[in-house]
């Protein structure tokens, strides 16, 4: 039967398999979305305004570059399946840009040279990692038909992607930092509020993206010689898609539209609180480590993660994503007045990442499943069953989220006056610049995710029902 993988129950062993393959691709992604605009500023002396503008221009590139990398997948044909072989390519040559984005080469800091080199190394560095990401979250949905099913695997990746974002985030700067005091430049020393001093070299920021790319290619290797996959050579491969037709599937499909919208600006949000977080506990509150204690609480999003198949069961997925937006914002509200009056309480960051996270990780979750769905929806309405062109949106959502906040990142701390060489010691108008582009700008984002999912967003409740049985319906007589 053509269905029988997708209907029929994955063997845990495969889930897991697949679900450790997140773990290196996006402690991959979270280093460059976390640290990257901080090694461009404070270790390569690089303009924040330029960064920021990098960051944005590379993603409308991939605004073509993604979905051509979905059509290039969906019209792979090989015994190997579509999925395997250009998940393997991308992870080999990702890697290999990734650590040339952390090394300068010995090109002089700030130079034009340095401009150009760091430019060329980030597109490249995104294009390559879109090779492997776009067939990676294209096999998902390909995994089962079945929405309680799609639930329990979908969340399996995602705790193991929160995972390496945990990891990074947790131990990141304290891993840079060990590598820096032992083999970096000590002459390359940062002063403080505390008065203590840290190395801001290079060396420590390369050492740590080779680790990761080693974690990386061993967490993919798991994944490939473990899940399965349908070989797409024969006759009863689909027909193939024109590069017309994959920009006609996602604009003229209004749910991915509308998917679009929620999961940007959700993500967006996410990605410039990230972003900012190191500059507000360094800058507003002086107490750099707790950006550990921020790093360290993305494990409420894998509890998040891990419990929303209970709580879907429970309630429905509109009322999930209601938790999932009202969580973070009522957490960065309380955070924002901790900054105030009590900048350096451990307990009081703890408590309130714990409701971010676990809101983000339910969030994570929920337009996970959203995707998969959308994809059917695009079946019935297209006649053709395009994973990795729908996927790409979502891979281009993730960068084009961390660009959008890399550029108001760099934008806005160029505006409001945050100078590297004053550690600790900035202007009052660029500390309640900080304040508000950490809280308000995100707040006000997640609000609109959550509009767009109630008021736009239509495969939910009855109509998703339905929607999936005439699928099982139009693969069973596919199959007869």
């Not at 920021?205 to 399965?228: E, G, L, M, R, S």
């Not at 582009?437 to 609000?447: A, T």
Request: with cysteine.
């Amino acid at each position: 039967m053509a269905t029988e993988m997708t209907t029929a129950k994955l063997p845990a062993r495969q889930k897991y398999a697949f679900g450790i393959g997140a773990i290196g691709k996006d402690a991959i992604c979270n280093l460059v979305g976390a640290f990257l605009m901080l090694y461009f500023t404070d270790t390569l002396g690089l303009n924040p305004a330029f960064v920021g503008t990098l960051f944005f221009a590379a993603r409308i590139w991939d605004a073509f570059n993604d979905p051509m990398m979905g059509m290039i997948c969906d019209n792979t044909r090989t015994k190997f399946g579509k999925f395997r072989i250009w998940l393997t390519i991308g992870t080999l040559v990702n890697s290999v840009f990734f650590i040339l984005l952390f090394t300068t080469l010995g090109i002089e800091k700030g130079s034009t040279t340095m401009y150009i080199y760091v430019s060329v190394m980030y597109i490249l560095y995104g294009m390559t990692y879109t090779i492997m990401d776009v067939p990676y979250w294209s096999w998902l949905p390909n995994l089962s038909s079945n929405p309680h099913e799609r639930e329990s695997i979908s969340v399996i990746p995602r705790i193991f992607a929160s995972f390496g974002g945990f990891i990074v985030c947790t131990f990141g700067l304290s891993v840079i930092n060990f590598f820096n005091n032992k083999f970096g430049d000590t002459s390359v020393m940062q002063e403080q509020a505390d008065g203590s001093f840290v190395n801001i070299s290079e060396t420590g920021f390369t050492a740590i993206a080779i680790a990761i790319v080693v974690i990386f290619i061993i967490c993919i290797a798991i994944t490939v010689t473990n899940v399965k996959e349908k070989p797409t050579i024969g006759a009863s491969a689909p027909e193939k898609t024109s590069l017309k037709e994959a920009f006609a599937i996602i604009i003229k499909n209004d749910q991915l539209v509308a998917f679009i919208g929620l999961l940007l600006t959700f993500n967006l949000s996410t990605q410039i609180l990230k972003g900012f977080a190191v500059y507000y506990f360094k800058e507003v509150c002086l107490a750099a480590t707790l950006y550990n204690v921020f790093g360290f609480s993305i494990i409420f999003e894998m509890i998040g993660l891990f419990l929303f198949p209970t709580i879907a069961r429970k309630i429905s997925r509109e009322k999930v994503y209601f938790l999932a937006c009202g969580l973070p914002v009522l957490a960065m509200i309380a955070l924002a007045i901790a900054g105030y009056v009590c900048p350096t309480s451990y307990p009081v960051v703890i408590a309130c990442c714990a409701f971010l996270f676990f809101g983000s990780g339910l969030s994570v979750a929920t337009t996970t499943c959203c995707i998969a769905d959308v994809i059917d929806y695009g079946e019935l309405k297209f006649g053709k069953r395009n994973e990795a062109i729908t996927c790409s949106s979502q891979t281009f959502l993730m960068k084009a989220a961390q660009a959008v906040a890399g550029l108001l990142n760099g934008v806005g701390l160029t505006a409001i006056g945050y100078d590297a060489t004053l550690a600790g010691h900035q202007a009052a108008g660029t500390i309640l610049g900080i304040r508000v582009l950490m809280f308000v700008v995100p707040i006000v984002l997640i609000i609109l995710s959550f509009v767009i999912f109630k008021f736009v967003y239509k495969l939910k409740g009855q109509k998703l029902a339905d929607m999936t049985a005439q699928v099982n319906a139009l693969h069973a007589a596919q199959a007869e």
